[in-house]
């Protein structure tokens, strides 16, 4: 390769893919795809609710959606007009450990997206005015997130799990927090946390690795270095008791939560811990961006309670976060069952994983199941970019390259211990939704 | 863009239209289709009778039992889906290229051969009861049935494909059975494939599976009565207490999707609301007033007649404040041309966007199926810069005029009213 000047040291080059780091910190991952004449874009900053402190909740999901309201170099409103024109798509994401913004574009627009995401690195407006507009949307959004009853459920649920961790908030924020939090602290959120090293850039798609670079370190030559910020929270283990929580809402349907604690993506028994989750309630996919998912009639919940009449659906959610987080069990309770009975049969199965070790043809098939999921996964170019930068913001990117490796590698023994340990009956939260119209009785 | 050169298209003498597109850059495949069973043949006191026939397809078939359906799929990694809308049935499943003919044969066991086991349809109207119940509490859902009523009066378009609780829980297995006998034939059914498998070994597997399904000799035909755009406002509020924000749905009739009206109306809609974030309706309700977290149109255009809707999230103190703004800008857009450069950004979209859309197997896909339900000729795709192209901001206001009469729109919320 012809490339290779001051400032950016080669990390990683593997085929099309490579890894590279700019002097002032940003760290950049390039794969060349050229399979269709697009490129997806990423930009994540390694901040989230985790970086929330009380009576700012939701600050970090705002900032995000501030980022969407002008630079000087881009007036609000020139550029969701720009990259519409083009065909190209964007949007934004907050979470517990990170917030990432991307734009797919035609691959000879692409220009546009880099150059907004690198001014809107440093130099966003936070608008006074805009704030204030803003304001009413976001709480516009949480009151459509409070019509839904999981939504009341999971913040119960998850405020219950945690006694001090920025997890036991929702990423939207506290209602009152979201009444009070002025333009002022949403700047100094972003300033604190917006910054070349603090973030992670990824591209994936039709262009040539050298000009790219070449057009990045142009790009964020002129951003200032400042030290990336500090993780804030301490880490929370098992959940120390059984804890009960029940919401009342309307509807008819009950709900039913389990939370245990679950290992952070970068602990040891993270890859069993995806195994015994598969097993439970059916594979994931890390295909946001299509290429579907699988379904899990043939998983042991499914198999217990759904079939057997006590839910008409059960799942599992298991994330890969930088600190412990939760591993939920949520089910749908049937019209003619309580949600007493629902919890039974989980706890029945349950037991059983706690006891009996599963065949190593189990194992085989969750990684047969994983490696399928990524080959429909990888026709979206979308997918492969968010790839690139996921794994980053909990673990590193080998976490994502190995994922099918590590999970093929996982052993029954390994299977069972985790389960023994991290599924424990007494270490809990039980969230229950109760319909102010249903039939059950508690 | 996929065109005549790389799409084969092929009857079976039994009446099965199969369009293939190959596509070896992934060892994959995704297949979809449709046949025509749907609501429309629902008779009234069993709405809800196609698509919980759809559901069951995979609860059991002469050669395998539900277990074994899903331990075959699952275990490859690969899914399959059946739903119902008012002409048809459709399905579509995705899998590794090396396992087609698995999932044709789970396709064909599942639209010939189900035997809808009388202990599965009972867990299958438990679930289905239990998704209306939830329907009941949605108020997006709630807004958009109410609005559908109103606009389609007596009409299969105005009443939910998923029925209503007195009706699909009134649907036994027998009736399943004798809706799959009635309807549920080769006549028109259309098989689309795309992905890493050429597209005569596709034939060959697909003839294999179905060529000794005989046709319907005499087919019922299924006409929807016309549909007439409402000559006055209408204005209805589904009550659901205890919900935070209220759900607006308005709007009026669309085109059909064959009707040269569509182009100019598609793209005057991403104007409206669509292009950017959300257009026209987006700027003034969310960007400037502040007044809700979505508020966007949609055009959905049908065999016969669409709908062309405006749809908003609001806290309920903000209700009549979105009505009244958006009011002002279906007027506005009514009145006075969009600018110039209003239609060519959205002709610039509709064009740009193609490639991000038929980047996967199942976005082509889908476009087949689109270009086979509504006969758009295998070239659409290819022509389709030419026709976005000839568009002007006269057709886009006459278009307008055509179907959306600011005094005459069909108003409908969902939540708590202030």
């Known amino acids: 390769m012809g490339w290779c000047w001051l400032g950016i040291i080669i990390l990683l080059m593997n085929n099309s893919f490579s890894q590279h780091q700019l002097s002032n910190g940003l760290l950049v991952h390039?794969?060349?795809?050229?399979?269709?004449?697009?490129?997806?874009?990423?930009?994540?900053?390694?901040?989230?609710?985790?970086?929330?402190?009380?009576?700012?909740?939701?600050?970090?999901?705002?900032?995000?959606?501030?980022?969407?309201?002008?630079?000087?170099?881009?007036?609000?409103?020139?550029?969701?007009?720009?990259?519409?024109?083009?065909?190209?798509?964007?949007?934004?994401?907050?979470?517990?450990?990170?917030?990432?913004?991307?734009?797919?574009m035609p691959a000879d627009h692409i220009h546009l997206a880099m150059e907004l995401e690198a001014s809107r690195m440093h130099e966003s407006l936070f608008d006074p005015l805009e704030v204030e507009s803003e304001r009413t949307v976001i709480l516009s959004e949480r009151e459509g997130n409070e019509n839904i009853p999981i939504f009341r459920l999971d913040e119960a649920v998850q405020?219950?799990?945690?006694?001090?961790?920025?997890?036991?908030?929702?990423?939207?924020?506290?209602?009152?927090?979201?009444?009070?939090?002025?333009?002022?602290?949403?700047?100094?959120?972003?300033?604190?946390?917006?910054?070349?090293?603090?973030?992670?850039?990824?591209?994936?798609?039709?262009?040539?690795?050298?000009?790219?670079?070449?057009?990045?370190?142009?790009?964020?030559?002129?951003?200032?270095?400042?030290?990336?910020?500090?993780?804030?929270?301490?880490?929370?283990?098992?959940?120390p008791d059984r804890r009960r929580v029940e919401v009342n809402g309307p509807g008819e349907t009950a709900f039913v939560r389990l939370a245990y604690r679950a290992p952070q993506a970068d602990h040891p028994d993270f890859f069993a811990f995806t195994i015994l989750d598969s097993l439970l309630a059916g594979p994931s996919s890390?295909?946001?961006?299509?290429?579907?998912?699988?379904?899990?009639?043939?998983?042991?919940?499914?198999?217990?309670?759904?079939?057997?009449?006590?839910?008409?659906?059960?799942?599992?959610s298991l994330q890969p976060t930088i600190d412990p987080y939760l591993y939920e069990i949520t089910a749908t309770v049937h019209p003619k069952r309580t949600s007493e009975e629902v919890l039974a049969a989980v706890d029945q199965e349950l037991e059983r994983?706690?006891?009996?070790?599963?065949?190593?043809?189990?194992?085989?098939?969750?990684?047969?199941?994983?490696?399928?999921?990524?080959?429909?996964?990888?026709?979206?170019?979308?997918?492969?970019?968010?790839?690139?930068?996921?794994?980053?913001?909990?673990?590193?990117?080998?976490w994502f390259e190995q994922y099918v490796d590590r999970l093929s590698a996982v052993t029954p023994e390994e299977v069972l211990r985790v389960a023994q340990i991290w599924l424990q009956p007494d270490h809990r939260v039980e969230g229950i939704y109760i319909p102010e119209n249903g039939g059950q009785s508690l | 863009m996929p065109g005549p050169h790389d799409i084969t298209r092929t009857t079976l003498p039994n009446g099965i239209t199969l369009l293939?597109?190959?596509?070896?850059?992934?060892?994959?495949?995704?297949?979809?289709?449709?046949?025509?069973?749907?609501?429309?043949?629902?008779?009234?006191?069993?709405?809800?009778?196609?698509?919980?026939?759809?559901?069951s397809?995979?609860?059991?078939?002469?050669?395998?039992?539900?277990?074994?359906?899903?331990?075959?799929?699952?275990?490859?990694?690969?899914?399959?889906?059946?739903?119902?809308?008012?002409?048809?049935?459709?399905?579509?499943?995705?899998?590794?290229?090396e396992d087609l003919p698995l999932i044709l044969d789970l396709l064909s066991q599942a639209l010939r051969f189900p035997l809808f086991p009388e202990e599965h349809i009972l867990k299958v109207r438990a679930q289905l009861l239990t998704g209306l119940a939830m329907r009941a509490q949605d108020t997006a859902e709630m807004a958009s049935l109410e609005f559908d009523r109103l606009l389609f009066p007596n009409h299969p378009y105005g009443r939910p494909e998923d029925g209503f609780p007195e009706s699909v829980g009134s649907i036994q297995a027998g009736e399943l059975a004798a809706f799959h006998g009635n309807y549920y034939k080769p006549n028109g059914m259309v098989l689309v494939i795309v992905g890493g498998i050429a597209a005569e070994a596709a034939l060959d597997m697909v003839a294999a599976q179905f060529s000794d399904w005989q046709p319907d000799l005499h087919p019922e035909t299924f006409d929807a009565p016309p549909v007439l755009p409402p000559d006055k406002p209408a204005r209805s509020h589904i009550t659901i207490p205890g919900m935070s924000q209220t759900?607006?749905?308005?709007?009026?009739?669309?085109?059909?999707?064959?009707?040269?009206?569509?182009?100019?109306?598609?793209?005057?809609?991403?104007?409206?609301?669509?292009?950017?974030?959300?257009?026209?309706?987006?700027?003034?309700?969310?960007?400037?007033?502040?007044?809700?977290?979505?508020?966007?149109?949609?055009?959905?255009?049908?065999m016969h007649v669409g709908s062309w809707e405006v749809s908003a999230g609001v806290n309920p103190q903000n209700l009549q404040k979105a009505i009244d703004l958006i009011i002002s800008?279906?007027?506005?857009?009514?009145?006075?041309?969009?600018?110039?450069?209003?239609?060519?950004?959205?002709?610039?979209?509709?064009?740009?966007?193609?490639?991000?859309?038929?980047?996967?197997?199942?976005?082509?896909?889908?476009?087949?199926?689109?270009?086979?339900?509504?006969?758009?000729?295998?070239?659409?795709?290819?022509?389709?810069?030419?026709?976005?192209?000839?568009?002007?901001?006269?057709?886009?206001?006459?278009?307008?005029?055509?179907?959306?009469?600011?005094?005459?729109?069909?108003?409908?919320?969902?939540?708590v009213m202030e």
């Open chain 2, 329 to 415: 800008e279906i007027s506005r857009f009514v009145q006075e041309p969009v600018s110039a450069d209003e239609l060519s950004d959205s002709q610039s979209n509709f064009i740009g966007r193609l490639p991000l859309q038929m980047e996967s197997n199942g976005g082509v896909g889908n476009a087949l199926v689109n270009i086979e339900r509504f006969n758009l000729g295998l070239d659409y795709y290819q022509q389709y810069a030419n026709r976005v192209m000839t568009v002007s901001t006269d057709d886009v206001l006459n278009t307008a005029r055509r179907y959306l009469n600011p005094d005459a729109l069909i108003v409908t919320s969902a939540g």
């Open chain 1, 30 to 104: 390039l794969k060349e795809i050229h399979t269709a004449p697009l490129v997806s874009h990423w930009v994540w900053y390694r901040v989230g609710s985790r970086n929330e402190v009380p009576g700012k909740t939701g600050i970090s999901h705002w900032v995000e959606h501030m980022q969407f309201k002008g630079t000087p170099a881009y007036p609000s409103g020139v550029l969701d007009k720009a990259i519409s024109r083009y065909g190209g798509v964007w949007n934004a994401f907050t979470y517990l450990d990170w917030t990432a913004y991307f734009e797919t």
């Open chain 1, 286 to 316: 890390l295909n946001l961006f299509g290429g579907g998912g699988i379904s899990n009639k043939t998983s042991r919940l499914y198999q217990a309670v759904v079939e057997r009449e006590f839910a008409v659906g059960v799942s599992g």
């Open chain 2, 247 to 302: 759900d607006l749905v308005m709007g009026a009739l669309g085109p059909a999707r064959t009707s040269p009206d569509y182009i100019p109306a598609a793209l005057g809609n991403n104007i409206l609301g669509q292009f950017g974030m959300m257009g026209r309706i987006g700027d003034v309700v969310r960007e400037k007033a502040g007044l809700a977290y979505y508020a966007s149109t949609s055009l959905n255009a049908w």
């Open chain 1, 353 to 398: 994983i706690r006891q009996d070790l599963i065949i190593p043809d189990e194992v085989a098939r969750a990684a047969k199941q994983a490696r399928a999921q990524f080959v429909f996964g990888s026709e979206n170019i979308t997918n492969q970019a968010f790839w690139l930068g996921y794994a980053e913001m909990f673990a590193h990117y080998d």
């Open chain 2, 20 to 55: 293939c597109r190959p596509n070896f850059s992934s060892p994959s495949v995704y297949l979809t289709g449709y046949l025509a069973a749907g609501s429309i043949q629902d008779p009234p006191q069993k709405l809800g009778l196609a698509n919980f026939t759809a559901r």
């Open chain 1, 159 to 239: 405020r219950a799990a945690f006694d001090s961790h920025p997890y036991q908030h929702e990423v939207i924020g506290e209602t009152a927090d979201l009444h009070s939090i002025s333009r002022d602290d949403l700047y100094q959120h972003y300033r604190t946390y917006y910054s070349p090293a603090n973030a992670v850039l990824c591209m994936a798609g039709d262009f040539q690795t050298d000009e790219m670079l070449k057009t990045l370190e142009q790009l964020y030559a002129g951003i200032s270095v400042k030290p990336a910020s500090p993780g804030t929270a301490s880490q929370e283990g098992i959940i």
């Open chain 2, 57 to 97: 397809l995979m609860r059991g078939t002469q050669k395998r039992s539900f277990q074994q359906i899903y331990q075959e799929l699952e275990t490859i990694g690969a899914s399959m889906g059946f739903d119902a809308n008012v002409h048809t049935s459709s399905f579509s499943a995705r899998a590794l290229s």
